[in-house]
């Protein structure tokens, strides 16, 4: 490819995320003024997202009414798991395009009656690295990652970490099947962002998970 062709291409992504942060700041901005508390969930396919979001609705949805928005390339599989505890749900299927961006939340945002709702969750399509690329304009971002997912993976994706507010390293119920240190995870994640609530959960017994959804402050 030509090399001017190649820095066309970036200039166009730029607008793409230049135009898609400026939607951001209207979302954030329109569920603000509606009072509404939201949250973008990101992390990898199994990493336990649904999961967690499964427990946190059952718990905030018998004071809270609660609206999630489920991206997916192709299913409401998790959509479906997330109705059964007490919340509203939307499923966003994205086909080709690996994150939810700003316009899939403003469209959402239109045609939805806000006043019907207290707090938004936001449990963006399953990968680490697209939706460092495109915020949302949730207030706070939650990231979560596994131990299964070995450990290096905040080392290795730092730009998530750095841009979220919460970090929630899931599945230590498996601990001591995997040769994970898990205290050297916390340090990864503490190095790349010191402002992060960091939380160490297991989805599958529950442990930690009561602090976790005391730290939303909802
Ligand atoms: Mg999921």
Redesign the pocket.
């Known amino acids: 490819m030509p090399e001017e062709e190649i820095s066309r291409i970036v200039e166009l992504n730029e607008d793409l995320i230049q135009d898609n942060d400026k939607l951001a700041a209207q979302n954030n901005q329109i569920l603000k003024e509606n009072g509404i508390k939201s949250f973008d969930v990101v992390g990898a396919i199994g990493a336990g997202?649904?999961a967690i979001l499964e427990l946190m609705c059952e718990k905030l949805s018998k004071d809270n009414r609660i609206l999630v928005i489920?991206g997916?390339v192709a299913t409401r599989v998790?959509a479906d798991r997330i109705e059964q505890h007490g919340a509203k749900t939307i499923q966003i299927n994205t086909g080709r395009e690996c994150a939810l961006n700003s316009y899939h939340i403003s469209q959402i945002i239109k045609n939805t009656d806000l006043s019907d709702y207290d707090v938004l969750f936001i449990?963006n399509v399953?990968n680490l690295i697209c939706p460092s690329d495109f915020i949302l304009g949730a207030q706070k971002r939650i990231v979560v990652v596994s131990i299964t997912e070995g450990p290096w993976v905040i080392r290795k994706h730092p730009i998530l970490f750095k841009f979220s507010d919460i970090a929630i390293i899931n599945k230590i119920d498996l601990k001591d099947y995997l040769d994970v240190d898990i205290d050297e995870m916390i340090n990864d994640a503490k190095n790349i962002n010191p402002n992060l609530q960091i939380f160490t959960t297991s989805a599958k017994t529950g442990e930690n998970v009561a602090e976790l959804i005391q730290a939303l402050e909802i």
């Open positions: 997202k649904t489920n997916d998790d449990e399953g």
